[in-house]
């Protein structure tokens, strides 16, 4: 049973050798996007293959004390020595997915007190590798394995009802994406290809990507059934990943920003099997066969002075 709890939070000094658990929180990539249509409650249909790879942030929960006979939620998090740590305590108290996934799971177990997470940032902000959101439901996990629960119902809505995205990080592996994003189905994915990430420092803003879009309210959404078969035949193999998926946001973020264009054109010259834009961007990825290749374009682009990163996809 829910119960009524008061949440409270802040950032923290760094602690120093303190630590209960810690899990990792992968970024993302969608290899395939497609925008259906926008919905009455605000929101679009979409339908998504996303998965997740070897880059990930940390997250350690360093201090937790709670009971269920608590009438508040101490949140406390710490920045830790990263290379994007310091974006943490630029997000406003009120929106950090982590305090807020925490909050509302402690809630729905019927939990107050105290908790005190550290976070090692390794992933850009809004790059569309869903950074945050993976952040966030690592946060859920640290807490039902402290708590000694399962990834529960309970979990999956306290995720949900933090972030469209957020349920797709509480499973393992990969997953087909509809509606919002929240019904997910688990896909197998073959993948032994090298992924090269480049991020040029542009910020897409999503809410804008999605109106640029100009879906309809209530308009006939794009028929996808007859190809959804299709699309996951084409996961069995990377050489099939070129002729079947798309982001849909690339043409309007494209037109927005031309260099993210050239990014990938650039990709696709080095003799990438398959190359596209993350999400709603600005996050480009290059899947190569061969680590060399990756390695001499990603040369490339640091000597541009973009932040870039060799991964693979975790299966």
């Known amino acids: 049973m829910e119960t009524e709890i008061q949440v409270n939070f802040k950032y923290g000094a760094r602690m120093c050798d303190k630590m209960l658990i810690e899990e990792r929180a992968n970024a993302k990539l969608n290899l395939h996007l497609e925008v259906l249509g926008k919905r009455e409650d605000g929101f679009h249909d979409i339908y998504s293959i996303m998965v997740k790879t070897e880059l990930h942030d940390k997250l350690f929960l360093k201090e937790c004390s709670l009971s269920e006979s608590a009438s508040c939620i101490d949140i406390e998090i710490i920045p830790g020595k990263s290379e994007f740590s310091y974006l943490m305590e630029e997000i406003p108290w009120g929106e950090n997915l982590i305090a807020i996934a925490a909050g509302k799971y402690l809630e729905k177990t019927g939990y107050g007190g105290r908790i005190v997470f550290e976070i090692e940032k390794n992933i850009p902000a809004g790059g569309g590798m869903g950074g945050g959101s993976s952040d966030a439901a690592s946060a859920i996990r640290l807490l039902c394995r402290h708590l000694g629960r399962s990834i529960d119902e309970k979990a999956f809505q306290a995720a949900s009802e933090t ?24 896909v197998n994915v073959v993948s032994d290809g090298y992924v090269l990430l480049v991020n040029a420092g542009i910020s897409v803003n999503t809410g804008q990507a999605y109106r640029m879009l100009g879906r309809k309210t209530g308009a006939p959404a794009p028929c996808i059934m007859a190809v959804k078969d299709e ?6 193999s990377m050489s099939m990943w070129k002729s079947c998926f798309r982001n849909d946001f690339e043409e309007v ?22 190359s596209l834009m993350t999400g709603s961007g600005s996050t480009l990825f290059a899947v190569f066969e061969n ?10 682009f640091r000597n541009k002075k973009y932040w870039t990163v060799i991964t693979k996809i975790v299966n």
């Open 253 to 274: 973020v494209f037109e927005q920003h031309p260099v993210l264009k050239l990014i990938r054109d650039e990709m696709d010259k080095a003799g990438a099997l398959f």
């Open 291 to 300: 680590e060399a290749d990756a390695e001499k374009l990603r040369d490339s």
């Open 163 to 186: 972030g469209s995205d957020i349920p797709f990080f509480l499973m393992d592996g990969a997953a087909v994406a509809e509606s919002r994003g929240e019904i997910l189905t688990g």
């Open 231 to 236: 699309l996951r035949q084409c996961l069995s």
